[in-house]
């Protein structure tokens, strides 16, 4: 069974840095039958994809984040991460991460999602 | 980005057929995927490729897309269906979701 899990702070002051953690288990993010992705939804709105990540580290971005927007790999944990600079109070938000096949787009397995509110 | 419509709302009664649309300039070439999201959960992926039902996922899903329109249909719609359900399709190098459409069963 595969799982992922996000971690991370749950507040970020205005102008910060947001950054998550979306731990796999039961796969590997080496897989090259998936990419990696990250999705939020502010509350009460609907889903927002921001980007995904591929295990030769390729990426694409959401084109109104792109430029506040990292995600990477980190294999030895096998994990990927958001980061999401300057943030504002319109980045408050449920935050997914998601494995999506790489063939087809579809996302086949979520996380439970993680809060951030940014406020001071 | 793509962009997909759907509407915002879809009622139907228990048992009866339901059909949520999505809408975009040609979609019929692009492959939709249809995820279920209950209140306080993750969506669920319910369609793949229009119309493939991962595994788990009741019969009673279906799917279908043609011209401009996606349809995910729910025959035999029960109170456990209840739910928002969102299109998305791979646009020009980003994932994109309709609006969302929340289907009541009364």
């Known amino acids: 069974q595969v799982l992922l899990q996000e971690s991370g702070p749950g507040l970020v002051k205005p102008s910060q840095t947001l950054s998550l953690s979306c731990t796999v288990s039961g796969d590997s993010i080496n897989n090259e039958n998936y990419y990696w992705s990250w999705i939020r939804q502010p509350a009460g709105k609907g889903l927002e994809w921001i980007g995904r990540i591929y295990t030769s580290g390729t990426t694409n971005y959401i084109p109104s984040l792109k430029s506040r927007v990292t995600i990477s790999l980190d294999t030895s944990k096998n994990q990927f991460s958001l980061t999401l600079n300057s943030v504002t109070a319109a980045d408050t938000a449920l935050y997914f991460c998601?494995?999506?096949?790489?063939?087809?787009?579809?996302?086949?397995?979520w996380g439970k999602g993680t809060t951030v509110t940014v406020s001071s | 980005s793509y962009e997909l419509t759907q509407a915002p709302s879809v009622s139907v009664s228990p048992g009866q057929t339901a059909s949520i649309s999505c809408s975009g300039d040609?979609?019929?070439?692009?492959?939709v995927s249809w995820y279920q999201q209950k209140p306080g959960q993750s969506p669920l992926l319910v369609l793949f490729q229009d119309k493939k039902r991962p595994s788990g996922i009741p019969e009673r899903f279906s799917g279908s897309n043609s011209g401009n329109t996606a349809t995910l249909t729910i025959g035999g719609a029960q109170a456990i269906d209840e739910a928002d359900y969102y299109c998305q399709v791979w646009g020009s190098s980003t994932a994109d979701f309709g609006g969302g459409t929340k289907l009541t069963v009364l």
């Open positions: 998601a494995r999506m096949d790489y063939y087809h787009y579809h996302m086949d397995v």
């Open positions: 040609k979609l019929e070439k692009k492959y």
